[in-house]
């Protein structure tokens, strides 16, 4: 892994921290984990899979010291470390085969949808939910899959811009 990488995943995940933990609740105390936003630009700019394992791992334990939801603490990471597979695998698999816009949607949306479904499901096996498994997929996992969405595009373009800034700097 490359210093570069590193640094960058780093930063990524420093405000994808702060962001995580001053967004307010939507639903009962539930809110978008925009956490899993820097998760996913770090892995689409990054390209490689020890950094995509190394920010994984550390999304996963920095979303357990911020989480809201009672004994979250081990579903987060569950969560983080599995999602974090699937989005290198569509990056990986999807590459250029289409445009970046169209690859970056389907990673966020697919990639949340991912990460909500595991979080929901191994935090109902760990701890129990406070409502229904339905009822959380639908008013917290589809929000936070369009926000999601949203977020990473952006992100993804003021990220890849700087890069080139950076770049033609030298």
Do not use: W
């Amino acid at each position: 892994m490359k210093t570069k990488k590193l640094v960058l995943s780093a930063v990524l995940l420093a405000v994808g921290l702060l962001l995580h933990y001053i967004v307010p609740g939507i639903f009962m105390g539930m809110k978008p984990d925009l956490l899993l936003s820097m998760m996913f630009v770090a892995v689409i700019v990054n390209e490689d899979f020890k950094s995509a394992l190394v920010t994984g791992l550390v999304a996963g334990f920095l979303t357990a010291l911020t989480t809201t939801f009672p004994g979250g603490q081990i579903p987060n990471i569950i969560d983080k470390f599995i999602t974090v597979l699937v989005v290198y695998g569509l990056n990986t698999i999807l590459g250029n085969k289409i445009s970046n816009i169209i690859k970056t949607c389907i990673i966020s949306v697919l990639g949340t949808l991912v990460s909500g479904t595991i979080f929901l499901g191994s935090a109902y096996l760990i701890v129990g939910l406070p409502t229904s498994f339905t009822a959380l997929f639908l008013t917290v996992v589809l929000p936070a899959t369009l926000l999601n969405s949203v977020a990473v595009l952006f992100l993804l373009s003021v990220v890849q811009r700087s890069m080139r800034l950076v770049s033609y700097s030298k």
